[in-house]
Nanobody
Framework: QVQLVESGGGLVQAGGSLRLSCAAS????????MGWYRQAPGKQRELVAV???????TSADSVKGRFTISRDNVKNTVYLHMNNLKPEDTAVYYC???????????WGQGTQVTVSS
């Protein structure tokens, strides 16, 4: 069972920056994507950004130009650099690892990001 350990998050003022990290407990050799979803109170979980093991990025329009996703395949870690944060970015952010070929997905425990106006 792959474990995803998240770090980062917290409280920041609007316009500020945060970095989220998520480390997988083992190397996944199959094609996979790693990334982040978020869920605000009363809303459905939504995609923020994911990056494939080949480096292809998919991200939400609402974060383009502000958030940058990257991954270190040696460290089995994905990063989300969040700049120019807005109050509407406030949510619990969940790390996701999707092993596409095995049709198995793993989730982190979630980390709170709160942006004050």
């Amino acid at each position: 069972q792959v474990q995803l350990v998240e770090s980062g998050g917290g409280l920041v003022q609007a316009g500020g920056s945060l970095r989220l990290s998520c480390a997988a407990s083992e190397t996944i050799f199959s094609f996979n994507t790693m990334g982040w979803y978020r869920q605000a109170p009363g809303k459905q979980r939504e995609l923020v950004a994911v990056i494939s093991s080949g480096g292809r990025i998919t991200s939400a329009d609402s974060v383009k130009g502000r958030f940058t996703i990257s991954r270190d395949n040696v460290k089995n870690t994905v990063y989300l650099h969040m700049n120019n944060l807005k109050p509407e970015d406030t949510a619990v952010y969940y790390c996701n690892l999707d092993v596409v070929t095995a049709r198995v997905a793993y989730w982190g425990q979630g980390t709170q990001v709160t942006v004050s106006s």
